[in-house]
């Protein structure tokens, strides 16, 4: 990490003033950065986050750009344009929450204007910065893995639905249900354990089972729960994805479903293959060899448990302090999980596989 004088020369701003916002807010203070202001539309947010983090907040924009270095976007998605494009503008430096944005076209508009802005763009995907994510990953960039031939990735709960009513239900606000919510941090993760290569074809089929229903019965919710509220966007999804160096993804992803909630990865190698939980943080190694006699080994890695939130932060604060695009979580990434998400939604409408590319 930097010297904390460094890291204090910083000044982040927020955009949208939420529980997200106040995550990166607190871990970007414990590493020493200034929190140097927050923009909501809302009053009361406004007014909280003033009092809490002891900071001035604006509902102009470029007031709040002209006094900060970097700005924090956790916006419903279909506002993550206008403000990531308006502080590449200022110059500023940009850790987005995921996903891109709401729509493809919304996606590239922001890759466009980063690829001539002085700032840059980095996507908030925090499991990237898992530790057991980053062993696995580099194994694989090591080759011990051999070459990597299929990714088995899921995101499932068992109830689920985000405060049914509220943004994250609306299509024209959120761009998509679970999907755009969940699925986008699986769809990269996907592709990142697999070194990124390019998809080329998806086939898909989304559903809306629960959240529609007048009786959704749950146990617990993150966020109200509006009852039959506004809701019209997928709750499941099962999308298999080709990619153009041979490499397949098969991706399950539910906010609500009728099976045990996870969180797993497998990787396919032709050497060996890894095994990752998120919800326990376990990673292991599959390998079969003949020395001695014919026989399977499984080996367990045991890794820290940093929270990856904070990884993220520091990361993006490194690099902002070194002048440096970021080599992590990049806008060309988030646009390639944005092609995929597309992809899996025109291929549910139209019943068959989609080109991506």
């Known amino acids: 990490m930097a010297p904390e004088s460094e890291v204090g020369d910083v000044s982040v701003g927020f955009v949208g003033l939420g529980n997200i916002a106040r995550l990166h807010a607190d871990e970007m203070s414990a590493f020493g950065a200034t ?30 750009f002209d006094v900060v270095d970097a700005i924090v976007v956790t916006t419903p998605n279909a506002y993550h344009e206008e403000y990531v494009v308006d502080a590449l503008d200022a110059g500023l430096d940009v850790l987005v929450e995921k996903p891109l944005a709401h729509t493809l076209d919304s996606a590239q508009r922001i890759a466009d204007a980063a690829a001539t802005s002085d700032g840059f763009v980095m996507i908030g995907f925090h499991n990237r910065f898992r530790e057991p994510v980053q062993v696995a990953a580099e194994y694989r960039s090591r080759g011990e893995l051999g070459d990597v031939t299929h990714v088995e990735a899921d995101y ?47 086939s898909a089929t989304t559903r809306d089972e629960f959240g529609p229903a007048a009786e959704y019965t749950y146990l617990d919710m993150w966020g109200q729960d509006y009852g039959a509220g506004e809701f019209n966007v997928d709750d499941s999804a099962s999308a298999f994805v080709r990619c153009a160096n041979g490499t397949t993804l098969s991706i399950e992803v539910a906010w609500a479903t009728n099976r045990p909630p996870s969180q797993q990865y497998f990787v396919r190698g032709t ?5 990752l939980d998120l919800n326990d943080g376990s990673l292991e190694f599959y390998e079969t060899s003949p020395v001695g006699s014919p026989h399977h080994r499984t080996t ?18 490194e690099c902002i302090i070194g ?16 092609r995929v998400m597309d992809g899996i939604y025109r291929s549910s409408e139209k019943g068959s596989s989609v080109r991506i590319k």
């Open 300 to 317: 367990e890695i045991t890794t820290n448990n940093t929270d990856p939130h904070q990884r993220e932060e520091r990361y993006f604060l």
């Open 271 to 275: 050497e060996a293959g890894a095994g």
């Open 323 to 338: 002048q440096q695009s970021p080599t992590m979580n990049t806008v060309s990434q988030g646009l390639e999980v944005q």
């Open 156 to 202: 499932v709960r068992r109830r689920g639905v985000p405060g049914r009513g509220s943004w994250f239900t609306r299509k024209e606000v959120a761009g998509g249900g679970a999907v755009v919510d969940i699925g986008t941090h699986v769809i990269d993760l996907a592709l990142y354990l697999a070194g990124y290569p390019e998809v080329i074809e998806v």
């Open 35 to 64: 929190i140097g202001g927050g923009l909501d539309v809302d009053q009361a947010a406004r007014e909280s986050f003033a009092r809490d983090y002891g900071v001035a907040t604006f509902t102009d924009r470029e007031e709040l």
